[in-house]
């Protein structure tokens, strides 16, 4: 049963950094993509970011691209989302997720399965 667990979100003023994580249990991963995803106010749910377990390949949403970075640590339990030079547009609530899409560039929630309960980032003006 793979678990995500989420935290490290909060407040912060607009050109902030902040690193929120995510502790992943029940793999192994090595076949998993794990991703992050956003949920603003209003707004429906979109890709941020993923990484391949195994062997590290990342992809990025165009409008975090430059700007976050999606990493996991060398004991393969936490995934991590490095965001600066955060913007008023990047509040949301964050979620990990992991599942198997067949490719990075597919990036349709619907290819994660597992998800995590979310942890909130505000950013203010």
């Known amino acids: 049963q793979v678990q995500l667990v989420e935290s490290g979100g909060g407040l912060v003023q607009a050109g902030d950094s902040l690193t929120i994580s995510c502790a992943a249990s029940g793999g192994p991963f090595s076949v998993y993509t794990l991703g992050w995803f956003r949920q603003g106010p209003g707004k429906e749910r979109e890709f941020v970011a993923a990484?391949?377990?195994?062997?590290?390949?990342?992809y990025y949403a165009d409008s975090v691209k430059g700007r976050f970075t999606i990493a996991r640590d060398n004991a393969e339990t936490t995934m991590y989302l490095q965001m600066n030079t955060l913007k008023p547009e990047d509040t949301a609530v964050y979620y990990c997720?992991?599942?198997?899409?067949?490719?990075?560039?597919?990036?349709?929630?619907?290819?994660?399965?597992?998800w995590g309960q979310g942890t909130q980032v505000t950013v203010s003006s």
């Open positions: 990484i391949r377990w195994s062997s590290l390949s990342t």
């Open positions: 997720a992991a599942g198997r899409p067949p490719a990075l560039t597919m990036t349709s929630a619907r290819f994660y399965r597992d």
